[in-house]
């Protein structure tokens, strides 16, 4: 192993190529990354029924499966904004902005949503 090291690191020229291998292999992984990310901002159709009348712990939504009918007219209340009976894409949007979990990923979709 020690001569493995000693050679790798043995010339300028070999330390530069694994330093650009290393620094491209890192870019990569970020681009996959940027790659998934995107191809979510393309796909997403909207919020999930069961994302959107989830119950709410510590101000933030949870994954359920299952939703009862009180908790549906409860959270129609929250989403409709003008009491006018109607809930518009814009107020669901506002009301997920607000209570979803703050991350880097469903930051950036809140950003790209909001455009």
């Known amino acids: 192993m020690k001569e493995l090291f000693r050679t790798a690191f043995a010339k300028p020229q070999y330390i530069f190529l694994l330093t650009v291998t290393?620094?491209?292999s890192l870019l990569?992984?970020?681009a996959g990354q940027l790659e998934m990310?995107?191809?979510g901002v393309v796909a997403k159709k909207g919020p999930d029924f069961?994302?959107?009348f989830s119950p709410l712990?510590?101000?933030e939504l949870t994954n359920d499966s299952s939703v009862s009918k009180k908790m549906l007219?409860?959270?129609f209340q929250a989403l409709d904004i003008n009491h006018d009976g109607v809930v518009t894409q814009a107020d669901t949007e506002a009301f997920l902005t607000e209570h979803k979990k703050a991350g880097l990923i469903?930051?950036?979709m809140n950003f790209v949503n909001r455009l």
Do not use: A, D
């Open 73 to 75: 007219e409860e959270r």
């Open 106 to 108: 469903n930051s950036g």
């Open 37 to 39: 990310f995107s191809l």
């Open 57 to 59: 712990k510590n101000n």
């Open 50 to 52: 069961f994302e959107l």
């Open 22 to 24: 290393l620094i491209t």
């Open 28 to 30: 990569f992984t970020f």
